[in-house]
């Protein structure tokens, strides 16, 4: 089986978890840079990364890679590519770009060019003038970025984010792939008492629930690249099959999500009863100053308001300076607060042991982290 590149896309700051997600999975010399992480594969690994990925974006198979500074030479190159390898006859394509720093800076032209080069391609394979495109879909991509042009086909289809589960949301919910990462950046594990007093529509005790029985998050939803014939169907199902067996599903949890707000919690627990995980969470209607943190050794981790509009910052603040008095008590207990507030640490009344920078959706965010001490055995 031919030795592939695959290219998992993150969001910025998410690029050392999306690593080790895939070290843990058994992938090696890994190359990581700005929102991407590459490595080596073979076409089994594709459905193997995009149902187990938890923080990653995007599977993008790379077709390859070079510096282009004309409209000639990016045909050219692209041309040289082994589209026909992968692309059938029937194969519905689009082509997206993006240009940074780059002599092409027109995105529609490089778009163009592409397209016209792949085809080019596949006319000498498929011996024909005119493409039906009714069948499996491609998505291919030319990103520029400083005369360095990459083509790659999107695997993925739908981002990795949409796990399926969340038929209905809340005003700003938190990605998927997000939550996946704060807890995973965490102290917790599926042995320790897991609350989010800001829960929302859920996504955090979900995504905890999910990792605490070791559940592939994109074992209820399809890919693009399921439909290509180059895929064997045999690997999809082989790697969907292992899933279910590695998902421990005896697996008692202890994962607590509250809000104030009644239908944010109606809404947490129907994601949760979509994804079979009603059992694992307790969601419950609670003021964050009310709730009655009972047990020792305990893990917060929430993704409170961020008081951008403005009559929402007095408020926030208030939010703010509550959590400090009342989280401040919990000496045994790991705290981890998303938010864009550049304030949070004044208002709270205590540093954090660790801060990192990160993005929810375009709004830059920190992660603030209060270490709590570990549990005695």
């Known amino acids: 089986m031919a030795e592939i590149e695959l290219i998992a896309t993150s969001t910025f700051g998410l690029e050392a978890v999306v690593k080790r997600e895939l070290m843990d999975l058994g992938y090696k010399d890994l190359v990581v840079e700005n929102g991407k992480v590459t490595f080596k594969a073979r076409e089994k690994d594709i459905p193997i990364v995009n149902l187990w990925l938890r923080t990653a974006d995007r599977i993008l198979l790379k077709m390859g890679q070079f510096k282009a500074t004309s409209f000639e030479e990016l045909f050219e190159k692209t041309k040289a590519l082994p589209w026909d390898e992968w692309i059938t006859e029937d194969g519905e394509f689009t082509v997206n770009g993006k ?43 030319v990103s520029l970025l400083k005369d360095i042009a990459t083509l790659t086909i999107d695997t993925s289809g739908a981002g990795l984010h949409k796990r399926g589960y969340r038929t209905k949301g809340v005003e700003a919910p938190l990605k998927e792939t997000l939550a996946a990462g704060l807890i995973l950046l965490s102290y917790w594990n599926k042995d320790r008492l897991l609350v989010d007093p800001f829960c929302g529509s859920g ?175």
């Open 99 to 141: 240009s940074v720093n780059s002599k092409l800076f027109s995105i529609s032209d490089c778009q163009a060019i592409v397209k016209k080069a792949v085809v080019e391609k596949l006319k000498t394979r498929y011996k024909t003038e005119w493409f039906k495109e009714t069948g499996a879909k491609f998505t291919i991509e």
């Open 203 to 377: 996504t955090i005790p979900i995504e905890a629930a999910m990792i605490g029985k070791n559940m592939a998050p994109g074992l209820n939803r399809n890919f693009a690249s399921e439909q290509w014939p180059r895929i064997k169907k045999e690997y999809w199902h082989g790697a969907r099959r292992q899933a279910w067996d590695l998902m421990l599903k005896d697996v008692k949890l202890n994962i607590v999500g509250s809000d104030i707000d009644e239908e944010a919690i109606k809404v947490a627990r129907e994601n949760a009863y979509n994804i079979g995980l009603e059992e694992d969470i307790l969601f419950i209607r609670k003021n964050f100053r009310n709730f009655d943190f009972k047990e020792d050794y305990g893990v917060i981790i929430c993704n409170p308001p961020y008081g951008e509009r403005i009559g929402e910052r007095k408020e926030v603040q208030d939010i703010y300076k509550d959590m400090g008095k009342i989280f401040g008590k919990l000496y045994t207990y790991s705290i981890y607060v998303l938010t864009s507030n550049e304030n949070f640490e004044r208002l709270y009344g205590k540093k954090a042991d660790k801060k990192r920078k990160l993005y929810n959706g375009r709004i830059r965010v920190d992660y603030y982290q209060y270490h709590g001490p570990r549990p005695k055995s």
